[in-house]
C-alpha cells in the first residue's frame, strides 16, 4: 500500500524558508544537508513511456560528484519501477544499450529510440523527525524547481512535501494538520504535468494515421485538401528526424504519410485539374523512389536477428558479415537521403504544396464540386471490384506479378477506406475491414519473401565482389533464401483461404449496401 | 510477488545479514520490498531501529485476527518495510500445530500482499522445524548461506535430503558461502570442492568482515554506512546473482 504523500504548494521561497522555521520550532524535525539535482526526463517521438503511464528520468546530484541515477517512474512520479546507476557524463540516449534497466525497457521502446523531453533544476531541503530509538518516523522535504528553458532558468514551483511512514501514522497527521492551518494550499498536479503544461507538449497525442472527420455533404475538393494536409503534418512532424535518424520509425512514418498522400492525389483524379497537380504528383513518386532504399535497408536491419535466428545455430554467426555489409549500405543510403530531404527541390515542393494546400480557392472541375460521400462511394466500389476482378483471375498457375499486383490494388482500396473512414458508422466499417486486413496480411507476407529474396541474391552478388569473400556467409544467405522462398509458398497457399473471406457473398454484400445508397451516420443513429 | 527466504538449518551462518542486504538491495533498485522477521531473537528488527512487537503476538497473527497489512512498519529506506518480529514467535511451532493445515499457514497469511511488493524476503530462525516446512511451502527460492565449514556443509546436506525425501520441487534453491575467509585453508579447499558437488552454488562469496559485524553497532545495511567496502559490493552482487534466477517483476 503506497501511502499518500501530500505536496502543498508555497508561493515564494522566502515564505517557504519562514514556513520551515515555524515547522522545527514546532516540530523535533532536523535538517539534513540540502542537496541539488538535475532531472532530465525521456521518451520515444510517439510517448511510449508516456501511454504506459510510464516516465524515464535520469537524476543527477550536481553538489557531489559521481552520483548519477536513471529511474523509471510511474506516471504521477509516485512510485520507483525500478532504477539503476548511471554515468553521470552520459545522456541516457548513449548509454542505454549497457544499462541495466534495458531489458526491462526494451520490449516497450524497440523500435523507437529514446529523446529527452526537458531538464529542470532541482533544490531540496530535508527534515527528519526519529523517534527514541533514533528510527525514522517522518520524512519532510522542501523542493523548489526550476525549467531550464534557451539557457535560462524559469521558476517553476516550490512545494512542501510530506512522507509519512507505514506504521507510524501519528507525525504525519500532526505535520498535515499544521500545514492546513496555516492555509496551504493541497497540490494534485505532478512536476511532469505542470512542466507539459509550460511547454505546451502534449505526450501521447501523435498520431501517425490521423483520424480525419469529414462533413459527408461537403465538397470532394474540400475533402482531399484536408486528408492531404493531415498526410503532409506527419511528414513535417517526421521530416527532422527522418534526417537525423536517431530511429528507424521516422523514416517509416514519413514515407507512409508521402504514399498515403500520393495516393490520394492519384486516385481522386478529376478533383483538381491535372496540370494544377502533376507536378505534386511527379514531386511524390520522388519521394517514394528516394525514402524506399533506406527503408527497406531499415527493414532488413530490424529483421536481421529472426533472420540468424532461422538458421541452424552454428551457421548462425556466418550472418555477419551480411549484417556489416547492410550496415555499410545504410549509412551510405541514409546520407543521400538526408541530402535529398534538405535539398533545393524538396524545400521548392514543399513550398508550392504549402500554397496548393491553404489554398481556399474551389476547384473548377466537376469532380471537385461533387458531394464527397458520392465521390467516395463510387470510387471504394470501383476499387473493391478491381480488386475481386483481380483477384478472382488468379489460380495456381498465375505468375507471381499477379498478387503483387493485387496487394498494391488492396492497398489502395484500403487507403481509401481510411480516407474516408468518417463518413459512415464505424460499425459497418469494421465488417469490411476486417477481410480486407487478412488478405492483406497474406499478401504482404508473400510479397516480403519475394523482395527480400530478390535482395538477398543482389547482396549475394555485391558481397562475392569484395576480397576476401566469406564462403559460409555465402552459404548462410542461400540457406536463407530457401527458407524465405518456403515461406512465400505457404503464403501463397493460404491465398485462397483469405480472398474467399474477401470476396464472400456477404462481404460482397456489405459493400454493394454500404457504397451504393450511401446511408447517414444521422439516420442509423 | 516473489518470496525468498533465508534460510539454513544452522544458526550463525548469515541468515540475517543475507536477509536484510538483499532487501535493501532490492528496495534500493526501486523493487516493493518486505522483510518478515521470524526470528524471536528480532536482530533483522534490531537493524531496522523498529521495535520487536507485534499486536497480539503470534496466536492473533497465526489465527488471523489482524491483516498482516496492518502490523508493517516503514523502515528508514525507501521501498523497503518491516514486518517486526515479536517474542512469542519462539513458541510459533507449537501454535502451527494447533492450526489447521499448519504448512500451508504462512503463504496463506502473505497471499493478501501480493499486489503490494514485489519481493518478500524471510529471515527464518535455524532448525528444521514445523515453521521451516511452512516456509518452504510459501517460499519460491531458498537463498542458503553456507559457511565453508564441515558442520555447515553438513547440514546443507540434511536439508538436500529433507528436500528430496519430502518431494519439496515448488522452491528453487540458491547456495552460496557466507563468512567465507580465504586465509584459512579448509575454506579455500570447500569453497573449490563444494560446488562440483551441488552445481546451485551461487558463484558470490560474501567475505568474512568487520564491515558485516558493524551492522548491529550501525543498525543499518552495510551499504549504508560503507558503501564502497567489499562486503556491500559482494551484496550487491549477490542480489543481481539471485535476482538472474527470479521472473521480471
Excluded at chain 1, 54 to 67: A, F, K, S
Excluded at chain 1, 336 to 346: E, F, M, N, P, T
Excluded at chain 2, 45 to 65: C, D, E, H, M, Q
Aim: net charge positive.
Amino acid at each position: 500500500m503506497l501511502l499518500k504523500r501530500p505536496h502543498y504548494q508555497i508561493p515564494s521561497l522566502t515564505e517557504a524558508q519562514s514556513l520551515l522555521e515555524r515547522i522545527k520550532e514546532q516540530f523535533p524535525l532536523t535538517e539534513l544537508p540540502s542537496q541539488h539535482w538535475e532531472y532530465v526526463y525521456y521518451d520515444t517521438f510517439d510517448s511510449r513511456l508516456f501511454k504506459n503511464q510510464q516516465l524515464l528520468r535520469q537524476e543527477t546530484r550536481t553538489d557531489v560528484e559521481d552520483e548519477s541515477w536513471l529511474c523509471w517512474l510511474s506516471l504521477t512520479g509516485n512510485r520507483v519501477l525500478q532504477r539503476g546507476r548511471s554515468p553521470v557524463q552520459e545522456s541516457v540516449i548513449e548509454q542505454l544499450p549497457s544499462i541495466p534497466l534495458r531489458p526491462l525497457l526494451e520490449p516497450i521502446l524497440h523500435p523507437r529510440s529514446l529523446l529527452s523531453l526537458f531538464k529542470i533544476s532541482v533544490h531540496q531541503q530535508w527534515l527528519v523527525w526519529k523517534n527514541k530509538d533514533e528510527k525514522t518516523v517522518l520524512r519532510v522535504m522542501l523542493e523548489s524547481t526550476k525549467l531550464f528553458r534557451e539557457n535560462q532558468l524559469e521558476d517553476l514551483q516550490n512545494r512542501l512535501v510530506i512522507l509519512p511512514f507505514r506504521g507510524y501514522p501519528k507525525p504525519s497527521q500532526q505535520i498535515n494538520r499544521f500545514c492546513r492551518e496555516e492555509g496551504l494550499e493541497e497540490l494534485n498536479e505532478d512536476l511532469f504535468q505542470i512542466v507539459c503544461g509550460k511547454l505546451e507538449l502534449k505526450p501521447g497525442s501523435y498520431q501517425p494515421k490521423p483520424k480525419l472527420k469529414l462533413s459527408p455533404l461537403g465538397r470532394t475538393d474540400q475533402a482531399l485538401r484536408s486528408i492531404l494536409r493531415a498526410s503532409t503534418k506527419v511528414m513535417d512532424l517526421n521530416h527532422q528526424g527522418t534526417i537525423e535518424a536517431p530511429d528507424t520509425e521516422f523514416l517509416h512514418d514519413f514515407r507512409v504519410a508521402c504514399r498515403r498522400a500520393r495516393s490520394a492525389l492519384n486516385q481522386l483524379k478529376g478533383v483538381f485539374p491535372p496540370e494544377q497537380i502533376q507536378d505534386f504528383r511527379d514531386d511524390f513518386a520522388w519521394l517514394s523512389d528516394r525514402t524506399g532504399p533506406t527503408r527497406d535497408l531499415d527493414v532488413y536491419l530490424l529483421d536481421f536477428n529472426s533472420y540468424q535466428a532461422q538458421l541452424p545455430e552454428e551457421q548462425q554467426a556466418d550472418l555477419e558479415a551480411f549484417r556489416e555489409l547492410l550496415q555499410t549500405e545504410n549509412a551510405k543510403e541514409q546520407k543521400l537521403l538526408a541530402k535529398d530531404l534538405q535539398s533545393k527541390r524538396y524545400q521548392k515542393f514543399r513550398s508550392n504544396w504549402e500554397d496548393f494546400l491553404t489554398d481556399q480557392t474551389p476547384s473548377t472541375t466537376t469532380g471537385g464540386a461533387a458531394e464527397v460521400r458520392k465521390t467516395a462511394s463510387r470510387r471504394l466500389l470501383r476499387s473493391y471490384h478491381r480488386c475481386l476482378a483481380e483477384g478472382k483471375a488468379i489460380d495456381h498457375d498465375s505468375p507471381d506479378e499477379a498478387l503483387h499486383d493485387l496487394r498494391k490494388s488492396c492497398k489502395k482500396l484500403r487507403y481509401l477506406l481510411e480516407f474516408f473512414e468518417s463518413l459512415w458508422p464505424a460499425k459497418e466499417f469494421q465488417g469490411i475491414l476486417k477481410p480486407l486486413k487478412a488478405l492483406q496480411e497474406d499478401l504482404g507476407q508473400f510479397n516480403d519473401c519475394s523482395v527480400q529474396q530478390e535482395s538477398l541474391k543482389n547482396f549475394g552478388d555485391m558481397l562475392a565482389k569484395q576480397q576476401p569473400v566469406p564462403a559460409q556467409t555465402l552459404v548462410a544467405m542461400g540457406m536463407l533464401v530457401s527458407t524465405l522462398n518456403q515461406r512465400q509458398a505457404e503464403a501463397r497457399q493460404r491465398f485462397q483461404a483469405s480472398f474467399s473471406g474477401f470476396a464472400s457473398t456477404r462481404t460482397q454484400n456489405r459493400f454493394n449496401l454500404l457504397f451504393q445508397q450511401p446511408i447517414l451516420v444521422e439516420e442509423l443513429n | 510477488m516473489q518470496i525468498l527466504a533465508s534460510y539454513n538449518i544452522k544458526g550463525g551462518v548469515g541468515k540475517t545479514a543475507t536477509s536484510v542486504n538483499l532487501a535493501f538491495h532490492s528496495a534500493h533498485e526501486g523493487a516493493r520490498t518486505l522483510i518478515w522477521d521470524l526470528d524471536p531473537q528480532g536482530a533483522a528488527t534490531f537493524y531496522f531501529r523498529v521495535r520487536p512487537k507485534i499486536k497480539g503476538g503470534s496466536r492473533a497473527l497465526l489465527k488471523g485476527r489482524h491483516d498482516l497489512a496492518d502490523l508493517i512498519k516503514a523502515t528508514d529506506h525507501e521501498n523497503l518495510d518491516l514486518l517486526p518480529s515479536d517474542f512469542s514467535y519462539r513458541t510459533m511451532d507449537l501454535l502451527l500445530d494447533d492450526t489447521k493445515k499448519p504448512n500451508e499457514r504462512l503463504k496463506t497469511l502473505l497471499s493478501p500482499l501480493a499486489g503490494e511488493y514485489d519481493y518478500v524476503f524471510l529471515d527464518c530462525p535455524p532448525g528444521l522445524t514445523l515453521l521451516s516446512e511452512s516456509i518452504f511451502e510459501a517460499a519460491n527460492v531458498l537463498v542458503v548461506p553456507v559457511i565453508p565449514t564441515s558442520l555447515s556443509l553438513r547440514t546443507l546436506k540434511q536439508l538436500v535430503e529433507f528436500r528430496r525425501k519430502k518431494q519439496l520441487r515448488n522452491f528453487k534453491m540458491l547456495v552460496f558461502f557466507s563468512m567465507a575467509d580465504r586465509r584459512k585453508q579448509l575454506h579455500r579447499d570447500l569453497m573449490q570442492m563444494m560446488p562440483r558437488k551441488y552445481p546451485n552454488f551461487l558463484k558470490t562469496n560474501i567475505p568474512y568482515s568487520t564491515e558485516i559485524e558493524r551492522m548491529g553497532i550501525e543498525r543499518a545495511p552495510v551499504s549504508c554506512f560503507a558503501e564502497n567496502s567489499k562486503s556491500a559490493q559482494a551484496y550487491q552482487e549477490l542480489w543481481q546473482e539471485v535476482k538472474a534466477h527470479l521472473p521480471a517483476w
